[in-house]
């Protein structure tokens, strides 16, 4: 045990009794247990009941939170502070649990022994009020900075000077700078996952094809927004060996990175098939084959995969699975363009069977993914395939461009308020 003049001048430094004279703390040492932990010991649990606070004399505690999801190092107390004196002073079960880091010595402070000397000595009740107003106020910074923190990794800010300013400021928080030391680490750790998910964003957009002209008469136009930074959905169009144009919409299981590299496969193994001269249905079956093979995350792609001839406007058309391509006639008719097999990937050795429709003077092709029909309304209804063949039939559609923004702006007005829930790609395919 420590001599007494040692025990009074720690206690004479601990936020909870430095106010009081040093006779009164020397006739509470002459009451007080002194308590020795070996590393590891644990002190108190929490939930446990307790009448009694600890001042640390020698050694330190760590302060650990158990939650439904694990326990939190909340803090690391050394000599001269003290733990679990809300017990002291309520009838509060333990709120953390406190054990020993290395060899550990304590001084218990029972609450009938802080009664009777406030009791004996009035003014002492204020030096205690004094020294939990100062541990109160010692928690202001945290809370603040873990205010700070929690907001900006909601908004996945990443700005370098609240990064800096929670950095600086951790380390006047005593023993909360751990704690968040790791939260600048998680959000410097977030920021550069933004960054390389921007970067992944703008690869997948540098992919999708560009203008291309179909000579006289003709237009086409389309336009992608993921759900996420990175999406599943993809389009494309390119020029085939006997001069037709090839066009492609796909929408693949699942959003975000998973479903980027699914479609970024997907999309290679069709444009080269196709490029290297096969039909259109042969080329989703090869690479139905490809994908299905190992395919141990059973992601599948919905392809509306189609070719068309700018001199006669002959299409011929595959629908893997995938939504109903709409063929506008220039009388506002619409015939749908259905599914002639299933999705790619989804299961072994499918042959898949190609249809055809011409495209007329006047008339327009729409091809969408789901994000389109199951865009969800803050009441939780669907967009469906009804509103869509609505908007198209109701609306005059004289370009391409006139026709994606009469749909995003249909789909956009029914969807305010709910969070997009999954990726939207429209492309259009006018002949005048």
Known sequence: MLPSSDAIEAMRHGSLLGELEPSILAALLEQAEMVELADGQC????????????????????????????????????????????????????????????????????????????????????????????????????????????????????????????????????????????????????????????????????????????????????????????????????????????LLVADVSGKGVPAALFMAVSRTLIRATVQAGASIEAALSSANAQLEADNDEAMFVTVFLAEFNPADGSLRYVNAGHCDGCLRHADGTLAMLGTTGPAVALRPNVSYRAETAIIRAGDLLLLSSDGVSEAFSVAGDLFGDDRLAEVLRERPMASVAGALEAVAAAVTAFATGAEQSDDITCLALRRS
Not at 192 to 205: D, G, K
């Open 43 to 246: 002190l108190f649990r929490q939930g446990e009941a307790g009448d009694a606070a600890y001042l640390v004399v020698a050694g330190s505690v760590a302060v650990v939170v158990e939650t439904p999801l694990g326990e939190v190092a909340m803090a690391t107390l050394g000599p001269q502070q003290v733990v679990g004196e809300i017990a002291v002073f309520t009838d509060l079960a333990r709120t953390a649990t406190v054990q020993a880091i290395g060899e550990t010595l304590l001084l218990r402070l029972e609450r009938a022994q802080l009664a009777e000397t406030i009791a004996n000595h009035p003014k002492t009740a204020f030096g205690l009020i004094g020294a939990l107003g100062r541990r109160v106020h010692a928690l202001n910074q945290p809370l603040a900075l873990l205010t700070l923190a929690a907001q900006a990794l909601e908004r996945g800010d990443g700005d370098s000077r609240i990064l800096a300013r929670i950095a600086d400021e951790s380390a006047d928080v005593g023993p909360f700078a751990r704690s968040f030391q790791k939260i600048v680490a998680e959000m410097e750790g977030k920021q550069a996952r933004r960054q390389e998910l921007a970067v992944a964003s703008r690869l997948q957009q540098s992919i999708l094809p560009k203008p291309v002209n179909l000579g006289p008469g003709w237009e086409m136009a389309a336009f992608m927004k993921p759900a996420r930074d990175v999406g599943g959905d993809f389009y494309d169009w390119f020029p085939t060996r006997d001069g037709r144009i090839a």
